[in-house]
């Protein structure tokens, strides 16, 4: 299915942070399809501006494009031993939209981190993030991209061929538990 939608949430803003480079590189190996790389940049979480306010409209817009989407990959940095506050906070306030976006959604989790062990602890905490809202969460292989600075080529492309089989791996069995 050359239609489908696969799309990206990064844990990290930073334009050229390596977990946006690992998002890339398994949208490649994931294709065909189109890919989304979703805007995390939203306002902090606060009940009373949803009271005041309502959802804001670039939440409504990640909510459906999740709704929307074949599968989901979500790259982490680990900052302070967990998954980044701007990943944290996205999941909170699509918590708060109606329906339930990620329910029986393939999911693929990743991380990117510049310590020795790639940001294992992150993921594992992201996991435990994701159980209320039910996602189809694949258990691997796992993806924990180490000194990850120094693990993609000047193009974007993953320099280490073990890196990129296990990526490519994790792929299909997402394309295969999309049904695509």
């Known amino acids: 299915m050359s239609d489908s939608i696969l799309l990206g949430l990064s ?10 480079k690992l ?21 902090l979480y606060d009940g009373d501006l949803e009271d005041a306010e309502g959802i804001p409209e670039v ?18 940095p680990e900052y302070n031993k967990g998954p980044s506050g701007v990943l944290k906070n996205a999941l909170d306030w699509v918590s708060r939209t109606d329906g339930k976006p990620w329910m029986d959604k393939p999911l ?39 000194d990850s600075a120094n693990e993609f080529e000047a193009d974007g492309r993953l320099a280490n061929d073990r890196y990129e089989r296990n990526l490519q791996n994790l792929m299909q069995k997402l394309r295969a538990e999309a049904g695509i």
Do not use: C, W
């Open 108 to 146: 693929a989790v990743m991380s990117s981190a510049a310590g020795r062990a790639g940001g294992e602890r992150a993921q594992m905490i992201l996991r435990s993030y994701m159980v209320p809202f039910q996602p189809r969460i694949l258990p691997g292989p796992e993806i924990h991209l180490s």
């Open 23 to 43: 998002l890339r590189e398994a949208a490649r190996l994931f294709a065909p399809g189109t890919y989304i790389e979703a805007d995390l940049k939203l306002p």
């Open 59 to 76: 939440v409504q817009t990640l909510a459906d494009q999740i709704a929307q989407a074949h599968a989901v990959i979500i790259s982490t």
């Open 11 to 20: 844990g990290s803003l930073r334009k050229n942070a390596t977990n946006r």
